[in-house]
């Protein structure tokens, strides 16, 4: 079996530590090789298998990545190794959205220090349809999916809506299930993270945290377009009105 290629959340990891270095490799035999190479080992991404392939996210492989990432940044001199699509996604995202980019790398490695990631099973809507991995990363997709499916976090914040005396329809389109269907849609909207990981950080959710969206709006939140797989109904709202103008 072969070493499977790189994926988004992998090369975000290694091209955080390439930022942190000056946007220089790291060598094999440098400490942050070592501990982001059994980082790498750890992720729940590419099964049990791999661990049994000696070059896997090896010291060598991870210094490899390091230097791809390094002499492929445009400001670099030199000549730059081979590369691949994705490679130069990650740096032109660390370049464009750099505090985004490393909050995202930090989050992960929280969320893997403290076993949260390791817990959570592969969700359905982590890839999009394309088969892309968002530009987020895919364990973080996988992170916020999963408490949004939270039904003890839904059903508090519907209850907090009730006592309120707010309606429950969506934030974005008003749209109201139990109008539209009548009793088999009374009391049914979905929950949507208004930040994404990468810019709340891997803390606990508060109701403050989540916003009441229908089906679509709550999909169309977690499109992926022009670069962003995350809205806040705020910006979908603005979407929706610059499609009627």
Known sequence: MRSPSWIRDELLLACALVVENGWR????????????????????????????????RSTGSVSRKTTDLATNHPSYMGKPTRCGRLDKEVIS?????????INAAKAIMEGVSSGALTRIPEQPDEVAEDGATAPEGRL??????????????????????????????CEVCSFHFGRFYGQLGEGYIEVHHVLPLYISGPRETQLDDLALLCSNCHRMCHTNHLGESWRTPAALRSEIGRAAE
């Open 93 to 101: 995202d660390f370049i464009a959205h750099p505090a985004e980019m």
């Open 140 to 169: 973080l997709a996988r992170w916020a999916i999963s408490r949004e499916r939270d039904p003890r976090l839904r059903r508090r914040k519907l209850e907090r809506a009730r006592r309120l005396g707010q309606s429950l329809q």
């Open 25 to 56: 490799e790291l060598r094999e035999n440098d400490t942050r090789t070592h501990n982001l190479s059994r980082l790498l080992r750890s992720l729940p991404l590419h099964g049990d298998a791999v661990h049994n392939v000696p070059s896997f």
